[in-house]
């Protein structure tokens, strides 16, 4: 099995809400915009793309908040995660076969279901005191 790269978007509005993308395949459960990563493509890339594809939205890739690195069974795979920020003007909607609902989201009130690895990538992302950017994830758990 080949080692698989993904990224993620942390897209935070003015009013400190997280957007997120609501999966219409699995537990059809809660997200950050994000994927794997296409044949010639940077992670900063990947995040943009897959933003894009599953929003609608245009972003501006920023600041690298973490890797996260989870092997198993059905995974080995290298999660990179970044903050990014949206060109002016623009509205998220689910602009993918994928997707469900875009919405924003309080960090004191996450949708259901929603893993402990989304929870996670989104508060590292958020800790601008963060000590670390590499993390080994275990197998999700599931806020239902």
Known sequence: ????????????????????????????????????SEANESA??????????????????????????EAGRDHDMHHFVFLATIVKGQVPVPSSPEILECRYCSIDEWPRPISDFTRKRIVDALDANRERLFHTVGPRVWLE
């Open 1 to 36: 099995m080949s080692k698989s790269i993904g990224a993620a978007a942390v897209i935070v509005d003015a009013e400190g809400r997280i957007l997120l993308v609501k999966h219409s395949y699995g537990k059809n459960n809660w997200d950050l915009p994000g994927g794997k």
């Open 44 to 69: 900063q890339q990947t995040a943009a793309r897959e933003v894009l594809e599953e929003t609608g939205l245009n972003v501006e890739v920023g600041q690298l908040t973490g890797i996260y690195y």
